[in-house]
């Protein structure tokens, strides 16, 4: 009940296409979902993130979508560049009391030029 | 930049050894958080430390210890270390539990651990 599963593994879009990235999760006590970038040799970076109250976040050419009924997010890159090749991962806790972060098992995007 | 800092950047070493690895939380940050990447295995949680106590364990090996000191610095212990113990250990940290925001964690560039 704690796992975040993430798919795909790998991805590969032309530049200038979407990518999307899928997570569900089963623990109704979460409600916070960030999404983290990671850059070979870096440390993951939060990139964006959503509670869900509503139901789409974006900022510039990131969106998070969220289904709560299905339990499921989704990250979509619009107008993807070759500098967002990249392993991204999503991840979801509660945020009452303490509640660590569960991550997802990580998508390796590449975007070719 | 997360603000958060990490020594070493890399560790070579023997299986058998011990080493330490250092955390340095962003300033105002209580919490510090240590995770295990692998290759074949993602980001592991390993143990978490809140103003100097300990507050949740994940997957730490026995052989594994961390503690965190009163200037909410952290050190993760690995002793023992054998082939498999290399990977890259991150050390995050939060604002505090009750973050209103979520569990944001801001994550240090990581240390590479090899063992030989």
């Known amino acids: 009940q704690q796992q975040v599963k993430q798919s795909p593994q790998s991805l590969i879009v032309q530049k200038g296409g979407i990518s999307i990235i899928n997570c569900a999760y089963e623990n109704t006590a979460f409600d916070y979902f960030p999404w983290y970038q990671q850059f070979p040799g870096k440390g993951p970076a939060l990139l964006i993130a959503i509670r869900p109250d509503v139901s789409e976040k974006k900022e510039g050419r990131f969106t998070i979508s969220f289904n709560k009924s299905a339990k499921q997010f989704s990250l979509h890159i619009m107008d993807s560049q070759p500098g967002d090749s990249a392993t991204y991962f999503c991840a979801a806790s509660g945020s009452t009391g303490f509640q660590k972060l569960v991550f997802g098992t990580g998508t390796r995007l590449l975007v070719s030029p | 930049d997360s603000g958060v800092t990490q020594t070493p950047k890399h560790l070579i070493t023997a299986t058998g050894q011990r080493v330490t690895l250092r955390c340095s939380p962003r300033s105002g940050d209580l919490s510090v958080y240590w995770y295990q990447q692998s290759l074949d295995q993602g980001l592991q949680f390993l143990i978490q430390?809140?103003?100097?106590?300990?507050?949740a364990k994940g997957n730490i090996l026995e052989r594994f210890s961390a503690q965190q000191f009163p200037d909410l610095h952290s050190e993760l212990n690995l002793s023992s270390l054998e082939l498999g113990d290399s990977a890259l250990y991150f050390c995050a940290s939060s604002v505090q539990i009750q973050d209103p925001s979520g569990d944001t964690q801001y994550f240090g560039p990581g240390t590479r651990l090899t063992v030989l």
């Open positions: 430390y809140y103003n100097g106590e300990e507050r």
